[in-house]
């Protein structure tokens, strides 16, 4: 009887060691949004990599464990005459499914490394190629620190003149990082600034830190925005609050 115990025991941490974990996707925003998700190039790539999300629309997608990749929404997406796809914001090519491409910058960016074994799974919110909506991580069950994270609120409504992405209606679809808008090294932490001790925030960069202070806002931020948590699962908002 013990040993059956101890049995069932080694095979439940094995089946939470190879346990799935559920994205739930849900829209939040006043406007349509097509989810967009890319693995890395060791991991494999989600059974959905692109999608619509109606305002109140919710999807799941499940990701192996050990997983590693990233998630992002694209905005204003039309068909025009000849039946091409496209998006202002976070585009990934001419269709839905993005199908192994990533996301046109600027773009808000939520990046997950999922544990294996029972092992934590790390994740966070980056700003370092642009923001284009307000976007949530929430972490569902799981044990550790497990706290919610991302950046819900709207840069696009701060972001300066020179960093803006302008919709067909004039308004801001979406807000450049300084290095996209600039290039240069300082902002990019590139050549003489490739160092962490060197490449510092910036006035740019603390316009997206003090409205999102969970999220990446260059490339060397400070390590005070990865998350960790195990055996989770994750519901991604779009535009949370
Ligand atoms: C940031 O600093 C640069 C260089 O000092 C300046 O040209 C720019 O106007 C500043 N931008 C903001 C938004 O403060």
Sequence with gaps: M???VILSFVFALFISGAKSVTFTFTNKCTYTVWAGTLNNADKPQLAQT????DTGA???????????GRMWGRTLCTTDASGKFSCVTGDCGAQVSCNGAG?????TLVEFTLGTGGNQDFYDTSLVDGFNLPMSITPQGGTGDCRGSGCPANVNAIC?????VTAPDGSTAACKSACAAFGTQEYCC???SNDPNICKPTNYSMIFKNACPDAYSYAYNDGSSTFTCTG????????PS
């Design 2 to 4: 013990e040993k059956l």
């Design 50 to 53: 692109g999608f619509q999300l």
């Design 58 to 68: 919710s999807q799941t997608v499940d990701a192996p464990a050990g997983w590693g």
């Design 103 to 107: 996301g046109a910058t600027p773009a």
């Design 160 to 164: 300066p003149s020179e960093l803006r």
């Design 190 to 192: 590139t050549g003489v």
């Design 232 to 239: 989770a699962n994750y519901l991604l908002t779009f535009c």
